[in-house]
């Protein structure tokens, strides 16, 4: 298991500064003090709890399997990704790690019809309710239709191009959730608002928004994906990471359930490639991968998945 050290928590009052979270909306000060204070606890010590639940294969804190996913974006041809999906057939891929690719929408069905069972597929977005007059959206019952398990919300794109606000992404989640369809809940934070020391009440706002909306948390995975390391060759170091995955989980721990907190993947985003993928695996509580420009290329995507074994331990 991973071992957090003090200088951690060093490093994480270094970056952001208690003084600069102001009171989350629904969250009382002293409410705020106690999960800091459960924060400080937590990061200097090791948890024997986390331990004992350590399964003995697999080192993490979410009790889920490693999950990775591919967000392939706005990118390809029919011609390019019958070359990317024949590539992942052919690849061997680690059976203990759930796989998801997310292909544009007008090639869900060719991906859906030729790629193996081994992978399953998530849509890019999907409207908030049912279909109907709302030209150019893509319901959930749609996506169903036509074999989609998963959907990823939230993501970066479409919060800072689109202009999706935390409110009507939490709506989404909820009624994708409602319908069966699984849910990659991205947060994270800009540049700017790290540098800020913003860092975790955006992302603090941005999971409460979900937490307000979604009826169950069985179906969802987080992705933590931060926006200055989205497709910039910028990766958060492991470390920087595993203290944002922390405190996510903290967050969960503390205002929805202990349950939720120790059974939801939290996954890592941003940068993400065959060359950094083990080094993060290895931190305890990050539970898989959001994967952009890597995953267009078959071989390294498999790299990416097979990075489980950088966390498995002796049993």
Not at 131 to 137: L, M, R
Not at 192 to 211: I, N, S
Not at 255 to 272: E, F, L, M, P, Q
Request: proline share 3%; aromatic share 6%; glycine share 8%.
């Amino acid at each position: 298991m991973a071992v957090v050290s003090t200088s951690s928590l060093s490093q994480l009052n270094t970056v952001l500064p208690r003084s600069s979270c102001p009171k989350l909306n629904s969250i009382s000060i002293s409410t705020t003090q106690s999960f800091f204070h459960n924060v400080n606890s937590h990061l200097t010590r090791v948890s024997s709890s986390r331990v004992k639940a350590c399964r003995g294969v697999v080192a993490m804190a979410g009790s889920g399997k490693f999950f990775v996913g591919g967000n392939w974006k706005c990118n390809g041809t029919k011609d390019s990704i019958s070359k990317l999906v024949s590539d992942l057939n052919s690849s061997t891929l680690e059976a203990d790690v759930d796989v998801v690719v997310s292909p544009p929408f007008v090639y869900i069905d060719q991906v859906k019809n030729s790629l193996t069972d081994k992978i399953d597929i998530a849509a890019q977005n999907s409207w908030i309710g049912k279909g109907g007059a709302f030209t150019g959206e893509i319901s959930i019952e749609q996506l169903k239709d036509i074999g989609c398990k998963w959907v990823i919300l939230g993501h970066s794109e479409r919060r800072h191009v689109i202009g999706e606000d935390d409110q009507f992404i939490g709506k989404k989640a909820a009624y994708a959730l409602s319908q069966d369809v699984g849910v990659i809940a991205c947060i994270g934070e800009l540049l700017q608002e790290r540098e800020e020391g913003k860092t975790f009440d955006v992302c603090f706002r941005q999971l409460k928004a979900f937490a307000d909306a979604v009826p169950s948390w069985d179906n969802v995975v987080i992705a933590y994906e931060p926006v200055w390391a989205i497709g910039t060759g910028k990766v958060a170091s492991p470390q920087q990471a595993q203290e944002v995955h922390k405190v996510v989980r903290d967050w969960l721990n503390t205002n929805v359930s202990a349950d939720v907190a120790s059974k939801t993947r939290i996954i890592y985003g941003g940068s993400v490639n065959g060359g950094n993928c083990a080094e993060l695996a290895k931190e305890e509580d990050i539970d898989g991968f959001l994967v952009g420009g890597a995953s267009l290329k078959g071989p390294e995507f498999a790299t990416i998945i097979n990075s489980v074994t950088s966390k498995k331990v002796a049993a």
